[in-house]
């Protein structure tokens, strides 16, 4: 479960509900839920769920 993401310089930050590292990833945080974060890379965001695994991709 997804309890925060946060925007540190390039990279977001996904931490748990005990604040553990889930995964990092290089982009601009777009909006997360408890099971999912969007993340802008170009011209597009990238969803990610919980455990880093790429759920979808959408052109913007």
Do not use: D, P, W
């Not at 408890?34 to 597009?44: D, E, M, P, Y």
């Not at 455990?51 to 979808?56: M, Q, T």
């Amino acid at each position: 479960m997804i309890s925060l993401a946060i925007q540190r310089g390039n990279s977001v930050f996904v931490y748990n509900e005990k604040n553990n590292l889930l995964f990092c990833q290089i982009g601009i945080l777009s909006g997360y839920t408890s099971n999912t974060v969007s993340i802008k890379k170009g011209r597009a965001v990238y969803t990610y769920s919980e455990k880093g695994a790429l759920i979808s991709t959408h052109t913007v």
